[in-house]
C-alpha cells in the first residue's frame, strides 16, 4: 500500500482562518487609507462604460497624486474596482467595466 506524503503548513486552522479574513479585507483597507487620486462618487456603478472611462479620465489629468502617468492611474483604478468586486460582480457590470477599459484606451489614444 503506496502512503501519501501530506504537506502540513504547521498553521492551525485558526490562523489560517484569520489569514484568510485578512487577506479579504486587503482591498477595503487601501480603499479607506489610499492616497490615490480622487474620483467621481459612485462612478463604477453608472451605467454608461463611455461615462466611466471620461470621468477617468478627467480625473487622473486633474490629480496631483497620481505617480504614474494619467493613463495608467486611470486603468489602474478601474482594474482595482473591478478586481476589488470580484466574483460578487454581476457578468452585465463586468461587461460594461471591460468595455470601459477599451473607451480609456481609445481615450489616451493607445491602440486595443
Known amino acids: 500500500m503506496a502512503t501519501t506524503n501530506k504537506k ?3 498553521k492551525s486552522n485558526s490562523t489560517r482562518q484569520r489569514h484568510t479574513l485578512t487577506n479579504k479585507r ?3 483597507h487601501v480603499m479607506e487609507t489610499s492616497d490615490a487620486m480622487d474620483i467621481e462618487h459612485d462612478i463604477f456603478k453608472t451605467g454608461n462604460a463611455q461615462e466611466i472611462a471620461d470621468s477617468l479620465k478627467r480625473s487622473s ?3 496631483k497624486r497620481r505617480k504614474g502617468t494619467p493613463f495608467q492611474s486611470a486603468m489602474s483604478m478601474l482594474n482595482f474596482y473591478i478586481n476589488r468586486a470580484g466574483r460578487n460582480l454581476p457578468k452585465a457590470r463586468r461587461n460594461t ?5 477599451k473607451r480609456l ?3 489616451f489614444g493607445r491602440k486595443p
Open 105 to 107: 484606451r481609445e481615450a
Open 61 to 63: 489629468e486633474r490629480s
Open 26 to 28: 486587503w482591498s477595503h
Open 97 to 101: 467595466l471591460e468595455t470601459a477599459k
Open 8 to 10: 502540513h503548513s504547521g
